[in-house]
T-cell receptor
Framework: GAGVSQSPSNKVTEKGKDVELRCDPISGHTALYWYRQSLGQGLEFLIYFQGNSAPDKSGLPSDRFSAERTGGSVSTLTIQRTQQEDSAVYLC???????????FGPGTRLTVL | AQKVTQAQTEISVVEKEDVTLDCVYETRDTTYYLFWYKQPPSGELVFLIRRNSFDEQNEISGRYSWNFQKSTSSFNFTITASQVVDSAVYFCALGTPGSARQLTFGSGTQLTVLP
């Protein structure tokens, strides 16, 4: 079946604008994760969902970041009032259940001018 | 707290050479999971292997092999007879039952295989 998909693949926005990043996990995967990868850096965990629930939001960098998941499937990561330091590749991953290996999408490259 | 250290930032080898990528981890948990991911220039992370802490058997998959040593908290990855297509950034990651919702990643090793 299809892997994890993310849209858009690239997003260029102006400072102060809001952006929405979308993730479609592998069908049947109950767990979904968001990570951020800045240029030349490792992966920074942002948030995870078990079903539609996100029990721990402490990984989100600021209150400008929010995420939701509906129907146990698609997830949206929203960044409000974007700043230049938000520029990064945002990666989504899913796993069949928690503790299993995570399969990653191609990422969304966000550039804030 | 968990930590993964990949001390080799960049490695460059000539095709057909063997290369080992080092990974050292830290965790207080007695049960944990170790992973290796490959990130080719296209950017998409590709899952390579998962190893549970209670299974210390080494594993071989084609040209890839992994050496798990609990005594030294290491989970090293060896590519035998490297090929140009192996050029990528390789990440080692650690998950524990309490935090397996997320993975703690190392900073990655950029492997370049020259023809």
């Amino acid at each position: 079946g299809a892997g994890v998909s993310q849209s858009p693949s690239n997003k260029v926005t102006e400072k102060g604008k809001d952006v929405e990043l979308r993730c479609d996990p592998i069908s049947g995967h109950t767990a979904l994760y968001w990570y951020r990868q800045s240029l030349g850096q490792g992966l920074e965990f942002l948030i995870y969902f078990q079903g539609n629930s996100a029990p721990d939001k402490s990984g989100l960098p600021s209150d400008r970041f929010s995420a939701e998941r509906t129907g146990g499937s698609v997830s949206t990561l929203t960044i409000q009032r974007t700043q230049q330091e938000d520029s990064a590749v945002y990666l989504c991953a899913s796993s069949l259940v928690l503790y299993n290996e995570q399969f990653f999408g191609p990422g969304t490259r966000l550039t804030v001018l | 707290a968990q930590k993964v250290t990949q001390a080799q930032t960049e490695i460059s080898v000539v095709e057909k050479e063997d290369v080992t990528l080092d990974c050292v981890y830290e965790t207080r948990d007695t049960t944990y999971y170790l992973f290796w991911y490959k990130q080719p220039p296209s950017g998409e992370l590709v899952f390579l292997i998962r190893r549970n802490s209670f299974d210390e058997q080494n594993e071989i998959s084609g040209r890839y092999s992994w050496n798990f040593q609990k005594s030294t908290s290491s989970f090293n990855f060896t590519i035998t007879a490297s090929q140009v297509v192996d050029s990528a950034v390789y990440f080692c990651a650690l998950g524990t039952p309490g935090s397996a919702r997320q993975l703690t990643f190392g900073s990655g090793t950029q492997l370049t295989v020259l023809p």
